[in-house]
């Protein structure tokens, strides 16, 4: 009876080892599980990217200002389109171009359907040929008109938004003076035509 309690209690040994082994590696599996977890970068450096690239395409471009949503396509400033224009056209001539709105921008044709193509209607001349009136300048209060003829300066001129033409919108331009004394050169030549029919008015009457 000694000899087969012998084994016996030395194998409840062994099973008593081996659970306290098979215990100490499930601890140490599950540790390391979740130290992964805590210092796996993957998803959050993904994330990350996303992000960026999502904010890049959703910029909005500076021209887009001057846009306004929903009108009519060939109502729209040219900043906001692409037009196809040939210099070979003749001047003073109509001419016709085919033009395409920037991303970005949203317009409508004639029955208020979404366009992006389309063609506008202008005259064949370059933006230094057009009328003064389609387009401002700079002005220059340190050129003064004293004399005759009067004086020029160089100005910066740029066209109109809503004005059509080929070539750079904004060109330099000599213009006339147009200030004296601190006073535009039409107002001082108001007063100076004030003070003369006042100077004629003051003279005496001789006799008849």
Same mark, same amino acid.
């Given at each position: 009876?000694?000899?087969?309690?012998?084994?016996?209690?030395?194998?409840?040994?062994?099973?008593?080892? @081996? /659970?306290?082994?098979?215990?100490?590696? %499930?601890?140490?599996?599950?540790?390391?599980?979740?130290?992964?977890?805590?210092?796996?970068?993957? #998803?959050?450096?993904?994330?990350? &990217?996303?992000?960026?690239?999502?904010? *890049?395409?959703? !910029?909005?471009?500076?021209?887009?200002?001057?846009?306004?949503? +929903?009108?009519?396509?060939?109502?729209?400033?040219?900043?906001?389109?692409?037009?196809? *224009?040939? /210099?070979?056209?003749?001047?003073?001539?109509?001419?016709? /171009?085919?033009? *395409?709105?920037?991303?970005?921008?949203?317009?409508? $044709?004639? $029955?208020?359907?979404?366009?992006? +193509?389309?063609? %506008? +209607?202008?005259?064949?001349? /370059?933006?230094? =040929? @057009?009328? !003064?009136? $389609?387009? !401002?300048?700079?002005?220059?209060?340190?050129?003064?008109?004293?004399?005759? #003829?009067?004086?020029?300066?160089?100005?910066?001129?740029? &066209?109109?938004?809503?004005?059509?033409?080929?070539?750079?919108?904004?060109?330099?331009?000599?213009?006339?003076? +147009?200030?004296?004394?601190?006073?535009?050169?039409?107002?001082? @030549?108001?007063?100076?035509?004030?003070? =003369? !029919?006042?100077?004629?008015?003051? @003279?005496?009457?001789?006799?008849?």
């Amino acid at each position: 009876m000694a000899a087969v309690a012998g084994p016996v209690r030395g194998l409840h040994y062994l099973c008593r080892v @081996l /659970f306290f082994f098979w215990q100490f590696c %499930i601890l140490l599996g599950d540790g390391e599980l979740k130290s992964g977890i805590l210092k796996d970068p993957g #998803p959050l450096s993904t994330f990350t &990217v996303a992000a960026r690239a999502a904010d *890049t395409s959703t !910029e909005i471009p500076p021209y887009v200002m001057k846009c306004p949503s +929903n009108g009519l396509c060939s109502r729209l400033p040219a900043d906001c389109v692409d037009c196809a *224009t040939n /210099f070979s056209c003749v001047y003073g001539k109509p001419v016709t /171009f085919d033009c *395409t709105v920037k991303p970005s921008v949203t317009c409508v $044709d004639q $029955d208020f359907k979404s366009q992006r +193509n389309f063609i %506008i +209607n202008m005259t064949c001349r /370059f933006c230094w =040929q @057009l009328p !003064e009136t $389609d387009y !401002e300048c700079s002005n220059s209060t340190s050129c003064m008109t004293v004399s005759c #003829p009067r004086q020029r300066y160089l100005a910066n001129c740029t &066209v109109w938004d809503h004005i059509h033409c080929l070539g750079n919108r904004t060109f330099p331009k000599m213009l006339y003076c +147009n200030w004296t004394g601190g006073y535009k050169w039409s107002t001082a @030549l108001a007063l100076s035509l004030q003070v =003369q !029919e006042g100077a004629h008015a003051q @003279l005496p009457v001789g006799p008849h």
